[in-house]
């Protein structure tokens, strides 16, 4: 796969989630089921070793096998992908970048040191080094709402000129002050929201989402952004209805039941059914969500969105 310019990283793009035995070890089987799940889709493209990825929990031999099996899949359908390279560790990030480097993805998520509050000086000698590793690929940023440091619209924009190896950011988004603090920040970078606030994102300048609403449903995750570029004012039609019931059903996984953000997305995938054998555990010591809470989403999701889960 060729590396993608910040101008043509778009859309939606759906985490790879991890499927897990109840041994907690990796069903290979399941993710190579998820990946055709995506292609069919017709996603924009896919990313692994996200959150939902549980990238923090992998070895070495894990991190290379999820890989490998996402480049294979994805070169054969001509699908876009990244590959995650975070990890707590920078050294181990790095180390990551440059085996995944032979699999030629179309860009790199990275993640800023995360043990210690990195400088600006320690930030700039981080994304330096792992720009000139990764080049010609580019780097998207992911920075998100639990990073010790939170970058703001200033700070991206100092970055966008310090770094030419990035070509986009992963982002919680903001209010209408933030929107307008990050226009020249658009204008350079390829820049993802939330995927529950997608309409309104794109309608404020933003380019798409690495999509917590594609692991609801990516088929219609995808449609929802074609609805937000052909016809915005059915996009936001579509968002007056997804954001209250991702406000009322999946946000308080978080905030009400304190459970992981990952936790939330496998959930969700759960509950929408577009991958049978897919439960919502996670890998040891961090919870999911019950049966309870699964099936409580499920069906809220069917009140809210019925046409989403329509059979022919």
């Known amino acids: 796969m060729r590396p993608l310019s910040s101008s043509e990283i778009r859309g939606n793009w759906a985490t790879l989630l991890l499927p897990l035995n109840a041994d907690d070890s990796i069903d290979y089987g399941l993710l190579g089921a998820e990946l055709d799940h995506f292609i069919a889709a017709r996603v924009n493209g896919v990313y692994s070793n996200g959150s939902a990825g549980e990238f923090y929990t992998q070895t070495e031999d894990e991190f290379d096998r999820v890989n490998q099996l996402l480049a294979e899949k994805c070169e054969r359908a001509g699908m876009p992908f990244q590959v995650g390279a975070a990890h707590m560790s920078p050294q181990l990030s790095r180390e990551r970048l440059r085996r995944a480097k032979a699999l030629r993805p179309s860009a790199f998520q990275v993640v800023l040191p995360d043990w210690f509050v990195p400088s600006w000086p320690e930030i700039i000698a981080f994304l330096e080094t792992m720009a000139a590793e ?8 992911y920075n998100p709402p639990h990073a010790k440091r ?6 991206w924009l100092r970055l966008a000129d310090a770094v030419p190896g990035i070509a986009g950011v992963k982002v919680p988004g903001g209010d209408d002050a933030w929107y307008a603090a990050m226009q020249p920040v658009f204008a350079r970078w390829s820049v993802f929201i939330p995927g529950h ?14 999509s917590n609403v594609a692991c609801l449903h990516p088929a219609r995750a995808q449609q929802w952004y074609e609805l937000c570029v052909r016809q915005p004012e059915v996009g936001m039609e579509w968002e007056r209805r997804i954001l209250p019931f991702w406000q009322a059903n999946v946000a308080p996984l978080i905030t009400v039941h304190g459970l992981a953000n990952m936790a939330a997305d496998k959930a969700a995938a759960v509950a929408g059914g577009w991958l049978p054998g897919m439960n919502q555990r996670l890998r040891w010591p961090y919870r999911g969500a019950s049966d309870a809470m699964v099936a409580q989403l499920a069906a809220a999701a069917r009140a809210a969105l019925p046409e989403w889960f329509a059979t022919t």
């Not at 606030?197 to 690495?210: D, E, T």
């Open 197 to 210: 606030m997608l309409a309104s994102g794109i309608a404020r300048g933003a380019h798409g989402a690495y």
């Open 134 to 141: 990764a080049a010609p690929i580019p780097l998207i940023v």
């Open 150 to 155: 939170r970058l703001n619209p200033e700070e």
